[in-house]
């Protein structure tokens, strides 16, 4: 069974940083793309950052850049995200999702699966 | 960015009844359209990629259509467990983008 798991979350102080983790299983971690996706309490989903299967390429929307980094160890099967200057805005569910499509070339596809999410609030 | 409307933005029916629900893009997307489901509490589920494709164990009276800008996801028969909210979102453009949801609740 496919199966992510998130941890790292918590209540943490504007500017503060926090540490993401995903543990992955059920598949051959290291053939995919890996996301993570954000859910703020109520609201809708916002895209956060991709890497690819190889850990070389990465993208990041505007509203992270120059603050967030995502990587990943293959050899542990696991995804990270290093969230620095932490702001309000950034509270929200955080979920990691597969990429749709095994492949080395990092592509544009859907998410599936999805974990269950961590939980980042921001707050003073 | 390319941006994604939903609507209705909330959808009141009976078990039964047929769900039709719109997306709409700001430009062509030709058919790079992902449709997932969440319920209250849980994790997005893949639906149907690219437009019309069922995801894996997704039962058929899920279906979707469209291509470009207008995008159709159609229930055709309300089971209680399809009562949740449904995203879309493009996969033509960086950065993917979703749209805001349709709440489909029980009448």
């Known amino acids: 069974e496919v199966q992510l798991v998130e941890s790292g979350g918590g209540l943490v102080q504007p500017g503060g940083s926090l540490r993401l983790s995903c543990a992955a299983s059920?598949?051959?971690?290291?053939?995919?793309?890996m996301h993570w996706v954000r859910q703020a309490p109520g609201r809708g989903l916002e895209y956060v950052s991709v890497i690819s299967s190889n850990g070389i390429i990465t993208y990041y929307a505007d509203s992270v850049k120059d603050r967030f980094n995502i990587s990943r160890d293959n050899s542990k099967n696991t995804l990270y995200l290093q969230m620095d200057s932490l702001r309000a805005e950034d509270t929200a569910l955080y979920y990691c999702?597969?990429?749709?499509?095994?492949?080395?070339?990092?592509?544009?596809?859907?998410?599936?699966?999805w974990g269950q999410g961590t939980l980042v609030a921001v707050s003073s | 960015e390319i941006v994604l409307t939903q609507s209705p933005a909330t959808l009141s029916l009976s078990p039964g009844e047929r769900a039709t629900l719109s997306c709409r893009a700001s430009?062509?997307?030709?058919?790079?359209l992902v449709w997932y489901q969440q319920k209250p509490g849980q994790a997005p589920r893949l639906l149907i990629y690219?437009?019309?494709n069922r995801a894996a164990g997704i039962p058929a009276r899920f279906s979707g259509i469209g291509s470009g800008t207008d995008f159709t996801l159609t229930i055709s028969s309300l089971e209680p467990e399809d009562f949740a909210v449904y995203y879309c979102q493009q996969r033509s453009n960086w950065p993917p983008t979703f749209g805001p949801g349709t709440k489909v609740d029980i009448k």
């Open positions: 430009q062509s997307i030709s058919s790079y």
């Open positions: 690219d437009a019309s």
């Open positions: 999702a597969r990429d749709g499509i095994p492949a080395r070339r990092l592509g544009l596809n859907w998410f599936d699966p």
């Open positions: 059920g598949f051959t971690f290291s053939n995919y793309a």
